[in-house]
C-alpha cells in the first residue's frame, strides 16, 4: 500500500483508534469517583460533554472509516469475519442511537465493562488485517546486518533526546527563568539516554536472538516485538497513567493489559497494511516500527528535514504539556511517544550496515550490564568525580533540580540515577494505608457523621452581620501585594486588607479543590470518597446559614450540589452555568445588583458564596494564556498575573458596592481560595496531586464589622480555610465545643488563649485525589510529604519564598510525620465510618 492510498487507510483506521480509546478513557473517567466529579460533572476538560452526546453519531462515522478499510477484504474465506464486523458495527450503531451510553453515565462500578468494549473493534480490525494483508507477505530469515542499524539508531537517537530537551527548557519554563545546569549534568543526561537506549538495543537483540530459532525468524521477530511493545505499553499505562488517577485496584492491571494489546494489535494490523507483499520481509523490527516511521520511502534529505521537524515538535511538546498537567503524567507519556517515533525516524535514516556488527554475539549480556552498571553507578565514586567533575551528593542534587526541568532526564534518571539511601523503616505498610484510604472507591459504604460545631439547639447573636466569601479557586498569597511587596498589581486588595486581618500563615487542608471546597463548608476533614450518600449531614455552614434565617446567594457547582442537603429559598449565583466559567467579574456584578436591589424591609441578612476560576490553570490554558495588550508583569507568571489584575478591580469594585449600599461595616467579607497553584517552581505546574508548599500556602483576609473588631485574633498563627466555618459560628454566638484534630478552630475569640488548646504540634493535609499526604510542623514552617503514587517522600522548609526550600529527610522527621499522618487517617476513618485495611 503506497502513497494516497496508504494515507486514506492510516487516516481512517486513526479515526477508528482515537474513537475507541476516547470512548474507554471516557468510561474510566466515569467509573473513577473524583475524575467522574472533575472531568465529566466539573468539566475541567471542556469537550467531554460535547464528544458524550455526538457519541452515537461520532460511532457510526468511526465504524464507517473502519468499514471502508476492509471493504476489499470481503472474499472467500474472510467474508464471515468481515461481513460480521458490519453487522456488530451496524447494530451496535442502532443501539446507541436509541440508547445513547455516554450521555446517561452514571459514577457506577458496572461502567468499567465498557471500557474493555470499546476496544474490541481494534481487536477485529486487526484480526481482518492479519487475515487479508498477512497472508500476502513473503517472510524470510533474519538480516543480520540489521543489527548495526538499530545500534547506531539508538545510540544517535539517545543523543538526539538529550540535546532537544536541553535546548527546550525555555520553551518549557515559559520564560521563567532558571539556573542553568552545569556541563557535568548535561553529560549525566547523555549517559543515561545512551545506557537506556542501549538496553532497548539489548532486547531487540535479544528478541532476534530467539527469532532464530524458528523456522521463519522474521515473523517470529515480528510477533515478539509486537508482543513485547504490547506489555511495554500495559506497564507504562498502569504505571503511568493509572497511578496518577488513583486506579489501582487488581481490574486495572487487567484493563492495562488489554489496551497494550489492543495498542499492540492495532499497530501491527496497520504495518502489515502499509507493507509491500512484493517485497520480502527480512526484519520484523523493521516492519513492526513502520507505522512510526512515516517518511518511509521518502528521499533522504526529507527524511533529514523530518528528523528535524521531530526535533522542533518535541520541543514544543515539552512546553505545551508542562503547564496542563497532571502530575508530569502528559510530559512522561509525550516523551515516550516522542522516544518511539524519534528511534523509527532514526532507523529509517540509516542504511543497512553490509555486514554485521562484532558486538552481535554479545548484545545481549552488553545492553543489560550497562544498565546495571549505571544504577550501581552513585557507587563508584572515583569514576563519578573523573568523568562529572563532581561527587555523589553534589550530583544527585543538581540532576534532582535539573530532572524537574527536563523530562526526558527525569524518566532515565527515575529508572537508571542514584538512588536515595533507604529508609530506616519499612515503609511499605505506610504507603498500603495512604492507598487503601485515598479515593475510596463506590462500593466501599461510608457513613458519615452529623457533624455539629456547636451544641444543638442554641442561640445566635441578636445582631447578625452579613457574610460575603469570595473564594477565587488556585489564588496565590505571593501574587498578591498583602502578601508580596513586590505586587504592583493589586491595590484594591490591598485596600481591603488593611481594614481587614490578614492571615500570614493561611494554609489549605487539601491540594485540590475535590475535597477542599467541602472542608470549607463543613469546617472538618473530609472521608476520601467523592462524595458518599448522606454526606450533606457534615455541612455545618449551610446548617448554620438556614438556621440564622439567612437570605443566600451561592454559586452551586457540582460539588456543592453534592455535599449541599436541601436548601428552600436559596438563590442561586452564574445560575445554568458550568462551574468551569464562574468569572469573578460577572459573578460579583450579579452579587452587588442583588445588594442594590435588596428590599429594605427585609431584615434577613445575606449570605453568599462563590468559588469563581480566573485564575485556575485550566481556565488559563483554555483561554491560551493570553496577556492583554500594553499589560507587563516582569518576575511573575504573565498570564496568571494579568488574571488577578482584573479580579483585584472586580472585587474592589464590590466593596465599594457593600460601602455604597451602607452595609459593609456590618458584614464579614472573606477573601480566600481553596488551595495554591504550581506555576514553575521545580518544573511543577497545576495543583492536581502535589502537596508541594505553593499548592498548600493560600490568601486569607477576612473583614468583620466594626462591631466585632473587639475579638482578638493572632494573624501570624497557622490558619486553615476549614478554620472559617467555626469562625463564623463563634462570631455568631454559637461557640464551637468540639476541639479535635479533624475540626477547624475559631479565628476570632474574645480572649487570645481561647485558641491554644486547638493549636497542633503538627497538622496533617491530604491531596484531593490520591494517596499523597502531608504533615505540616514547627508553626507551619516544616512540611513533611509522603506520594504513596510514586512512593516518594519530600521535606520542606515552608517560608516567603514561593516552593519553599527542599532539604533532605531525615528519620526522625519522617518517623514524626508518619506518625501524624497515620493517626489522622485512623482517627478520620474512625469519624467517617470508614473501614481500615492496613
Not at 487479508?132 to 538480516?143: F, V
Not at 463543613?522 to 462524595?531: E, S
Not at 436591589?597 to 476560576?613: E, L
Not at 526550600?805 to 528519620?811: A, F, K, N, S, V
Request: include cysteine.
Amino acid at each position: 500500500m503506497k502513497g494516497i492510498a496508504a494515507a486514506g487507510f492510516v487516516a481512517a483506521r486513526a479515526a477508528v483508534a482515537a474513537f475507541c480509546l476516547i470512548s474507554t478513557a471516557y468510561c474510566l473517567v466515569a467509573y473513577i469517583p473524583f475524575t467522574y466529579q472533575q472531568v465529566i460533572e466539573f468539566q475541567v476538560v471542556g469537550w467531554t460533554q460535547p464528544f458524550a452526546e455526538m457519541h452515537p453519531w461520532l460511532y457510526l462515522f468511526a465504524m464507517l472509516c473502519g468499514a471502508w478499510t476492509i471493504m476489499g477484504d470481503y472474499r472467500p474465506g474472510r467474508r464471515v469475519v468481515v461481513a460480521g464486523f458490519g453487522l456488530a458495527a451496524a447494530a451496535a450503531g442502532a443501539w446507541l442511537l436509541a440508547q445513547p451510553l455516554l450521555v446517561n453515565l452514571r459514577n457506577e462500578p458496572w461502567v468499567l465493562k465498557w471500557t474493555f468494549v470499546w476496544l474490541l473493534p481494534l481487536a477485529w480490525l486487526a484480526l481482518i488485517d492479519f487475515a487479508a494483508a498477512g497472508r500476502r507477505l513473503r517472510w524470510t530469515s533474519a538480516d543480520m546486518s540489521e543489527d548495526a542499524r538499530l545500534f547506531r539508531a539508538s545510540v544517535l537517537t539517545a543523543l538526539a533526546v538529550t540535546v532537544v530537551y536541553i535546548l527546550a527548557q525555555p520553551i518549557r519554563t515559559r520564560g521563567i527563568a532558571i539556573a542553568a545546569a552545569s556541563a557535568g549534568v548535561y553529560a549525566w543526561s547523555a549517559l543515561l539516554h545512551v545506557v537506556f537506549f542501549l538496553a532497548v538495543f539489548g532486547v531487540l537483540c535479544s528478541i532476534r536472538g530467539v527469532a532464530l530459532l524458528f523456522k521463519r525468524p522474521a515473523l517470529a521477530e515480528f510477533v515478539l516485538v509486537t508482543a513485547a511493545g504490547g506489555l511495554a505499553t500495559a506497564t507504562v499505562i498502569r504505571q503511568f497513567i493509572f497511578a496518577s488517577i488513583s486506579f489501582t485496584e487488581p481490574a486495572s492491571w487487567w484493563l492495562a493489559l488489554a489496551l497494550g494489546a489492543a495498542a499492540a494489535l492495532t499497530g501491527a494490523g496497520w504495518a502489515v497494511r502499509l507493507a509491500d507483499p512484493s517485497v520480502p520481509v527480512e526484519s520484523g523490527i523493521e516492519l513492526a516500527l513502520r507505522p512510526l516511521d512515516v517518511l518511509r520511502g521518502a528521499p533522504g534529505w526529507i527524511r533529514g528535514i523530518g528528523l528535524v521537524g521531530w526535533a522542533g515538535l518535541t520541543a514544543w511538546l515539552a512546553g505545551a504539556a508542562a503547564v496542563m498537567d497532571w502530575n508530569f503524567l502528559f510530559q512522561k507519556l509525550v516523551v515516550l511517544t516522542m522516544w518511539a517515533l524519534g528511534f523509527a525516524l532514526m532507523a529509517g535514516l540509516l542504511r543497512r550496515g553490509k555486514r554485521p556488527l562484532p558486538i552481535r554475539a554479545v548484545a545481549v549480556l552488553l545492553a543489560p550490564a550497562i544498565g546495571v552498571l549505571a544504577i550501581r553507578f552513585g557507587g563508584m565514586e572515583p569514576v563519578g568525580q573523573r568523568w562529572l567533575g563532581m561527587p555523589p551528593e553534589a550530583r544527585a542534587a543538581a540532576a534532582n533540580r535539573y530532572a524537574a526541568y527536563d523530562v526526558s532526564f527525569r524518566l532515565v534518571y527515575d529508572l537508571l540515577g542514584e538512588r536515595p539511601p533507604a529508609p530506616a523503616v519499612d515503609m511499605s505498610g505506610f504507603f498500603a494505608l495512604l492507598q487503601n484510604q485515598s479515593n475510596i472507591p463506590r462500593r466501599v459504604v461510608i457513613d458519615p457523621p452529623d457533624v455539629h460545631l456547636a451544641p444543638e439547639p442554641g442561640s445566635f447573636a441578636v445582631r447578625k452581620p452579613h457574610i460575603f466569601f469570595v473564594v477565587i479557586d488556585s489564588l496565590r498569597p505571593d501574587y498578591l501585594s498583602p502578601y508580596n511587596p513586590k505586587v504592583s498589581f493589586t491595590p484594591g486588595i490591598d485596600r481591603f486588607a488593611k481594614e481587614s486581618t490578614v492571615f500570614r500563615h493561611a494554609f489549605t487542608h487539601y491540594g485540590a479543590t475535590g475535597l477542599a471546597e467541602p472542608s470549607i463548608w463543613t469546617g472538618t476533614m473530609m472521608p476520601h470518597q467523592q462524595y458518599p450518600p448522606g454526606i450533606a449531614r457534615m455541612n455545618s455552614l449551610q446548617k448554620l446559614v438556614q438556621a440564622a434565617g439567612y437570605n443566600a446567594f451561592v454559586g452551586v457547582d457540582n460539588i456543592l450540589h453534592a455535599i449541599d442537603g436541601p436548601w428552600p429559598g436559596l438563590t442561586e449565583l452564574d445560575q445554568g452555568r458550568n462551574a468551569a466559567m464562574y468569572d469573578v467579574c460577572r459573578t460579583l456584578d450579579e452579587l452587588g445588583g442583588r445588594v442594590r436591589s435588596r428590599d429594605p424591609s427585609d431584615v434577613r441578612p445575606m449570605f453568599a458564596y462563590t468559588q469563581p476560576q480566573n485564575v485556575h490553570i485550566a481556565a488559563i490554558t483554555r483561554e491560551g494564556g493570553s496577556v492583554p495588550a500594553g499589560e507587563s508583569y516582569p518576575g511573575f507568571y504573565a498570564a496568571y498575573a494579568s488574571r488577578v489584575h482584573r479580579s483585584d478591580a472586580c472585587f474592589a469594585a464590590f466593596v465599594e458596592t457593600l460601602k455604597s449600599a451602607g452595609i459593609y461595616d456590618d458584614s464579614i467579607v472573606i477573601l480566600t481560595a481553596d488551595h495554591g497553584e504550581s506555576m514553575g517552581e521545580d518544573g511543577r505546574w497545576g495543583h492536581a496531586y502535589t502537596l508541594f508548599p505553593e499548592v498548600l500556602q493560600i490568601p486569607m483576609i477576612v473583614h468583620v464589622p466594626l462591631w466585632m473588631a473587639g475579638y482578638a485574633v493572632n494573624p501570624d498563627l497557622v490558619a486553615f480555610n476549614m478554620d472559617l466555618t467555626p469562625s463564623l459560628y463563634y462570631l455568631l454566638g454559637r461557640r464551637p465545643t468540639t476541639n479535635d484534630p479533624l475540626f477547624g478552630r475559631p479565628l476570632f475569640t474574645e480572649r487570645l488563649d481561647e485558641v491554644k488548646p486547638y493549636l497542633r504540634d503538627q497538622y496533617v493535609i491530604s491531596s484531593s485525589y490520591g494517596p499523597v499526604y502531608a504533615a505540616l510542623s514547627g508553626d507551619g514552617r516544616s512540611l513533611y510529604i509522603a506520594d504513596a503514587t510514586a512512593y516518594v517522600e519530600f521535606a520542606y522548609d515552608v517560608g516567603a519564598t514561593p516552593g519553599g526550600q527542599r532539604r533532605q529527610l531525615t528519620d526522625e522527621r519522617r518517623a514524626s510525620g508518619m506518625k501524624a499522618i497515620r493517626a489522622a487517617i485512623l482517627r478520620l476513618a474512625q469519624f467517617a465510618r470508614i473501614p481500615v485495611t492496613e
